[in-house]
């Protein structure tokens, strides 16, 4: 199994993959891989849901 992680480390991994692309939403706290979040889209200012494993893993982004 995977090293548990805080909100801030998962924050942090998304800035080192997608840059300041795109950004985990107010609020919303980081509990495991595979529950989706929201994440704020930096460059069309919309939001979206995604599983942290594809944000990381897969470098997913918004679909816009």
Same mark, same amino acid.
């Given at each position: 199994? &995977?090293?548990? *992680? %805080?909100t801030?480390?998962? $924050? @942090?991994? *998304?800035?080192s993959? =997608?840059g300041? @692309? $795109? @950004?985990?939403?107010? &609020?919303?706290?980081? %509990? &495991?891989? %595979?529950?989706?979040l929201?994440?704020?889209? !930096?460059?069309?200012?919309?939001e979206f849901?995604? @599983?942290?494993?594809? $944000? $990381?893993? !897969?470098?997913?982004?918004? =679909?816009?």
């Amino acid at each position: 199994a &995977g090293k548990n *992680i %805080t909100t801030n480390e998962f $924050i @942090s991994n *998304i800035k080192s993959i =997608h840059g300041d @692309s $795109i @950004s985990l939403a107010n &609020g919303e706290i980081y %509990t &495991g891989r %595979t529950k989706k979040l929201k994440f704020d889209c !930096n460059k069309c200012n919309k939001e979206f849901f995604a @599983s942290p494993n594809n $944000i $990381i893993f !897969n470098k997913m982004v918004c =679909h816009q």
